[in-house]
């Protein structure tokens, strides 16, 4: 019998070089061998010929990781494999699913006793903040402003001349709203989305910034209460 499955997550995730290690551990009383695939944010693609050189890879500025796979093989059947990447809208939603995995089992027992250990692997994985790095401003304020300019837009067809809306009223205020959303996007893009990341590789330079970016999250904490 060949069962052949996959399932995702959808919470924000920190991997730690111990998390990694622990996810190899699950792997390996699946399969035999485990290879490490990653691209960077600059698209190089490397592949790891140990979670050793992996973990030793400095992870920094153009050389960041932003997504890795991970698979287990036993010769050359692949046996489970995890993709780590932010998937998502970018618009209303900062992202979806942060892994995809894949197996392929012989039993029922197999499959269930699988995906009870990376399920949880990736609940401990998860990030206090996952629910705030979902939201994108952007998505919330262009629901509303649209809602808003269909408003003005009606009341300006439909009211009588003393309450009519000028023309150069309602083209202002477009203007206005674009303008705002632009800066919401560089807020969302730039501010958010490094301070709540979806999936954070942490280790070498990025073990640096996930620290500087929870003294950050500590300190928006405070402000906002």
């Known amino acids: ?61 153009n050389r960041r990781i932003k997504s890795l796979t991970v698979t287990g093989k036993d010769g050359f059947d692949e046996i489970v494999s995890c993709i780590f990447e932010a998937d998502g809208l970018e618009v209303f939603l900062g992202y979806s699913k942060t892994c995809i995995c894949r197996y392929t089992t012989s039993t029922v027992e197999t499959e269930k006793s699988l995906k009870d250990n990376i399920l949880e692997f990736l609940k401990k994985s998860t990030a206090q903040y996952w629910l705030i790095g979902k939201i994108r401003i952007f998505g919330i304020m262009t629901f509303v402003s649209g809602i808003a300019l269909g408003y003005i837009g009606l009341a300006g067809v ?10 150069i009223v309602f083209l202002g205020t477009i203007i206005i709203v674009c303008a705002l959303l632009s800066l919401i996007i560089l ?12 999936v954070t590789f942490a280790w070498g330079e990025e073990a640096r910034n996930y620290e500087k970016s ?12």
């Open 1 to 61: 019998m060949r069962l052949n499955g996959r399932f995702k997550y959808e919470k924000a995730l920190v991997l730690t070089p111990e998390r990694i290690r622990e996810l190899e551990n699950i792997f390996l009383r699946f399969s035999k061998d485990i290879f490490y695939e990653a691209t960077t944010v600059s698209d190089t693609e490397i592949i790891f010929s140990s979670v050793d050189e992996l973990l030793e890879y400095d992870n920094y500025y």
């Open 214 to 225: 929870e003294r950050t999250r500590h300190n928006l904490f405070w402000a906002v209460l």
């Open 158 to 167: 439909h009211s009588n001349s003393e309450t009519n809306v000028p023309v």
């Open 187 to 198: 807020i969302d893009r730039h501010g958010l989305k490094k301070v709540f990341p979806a």
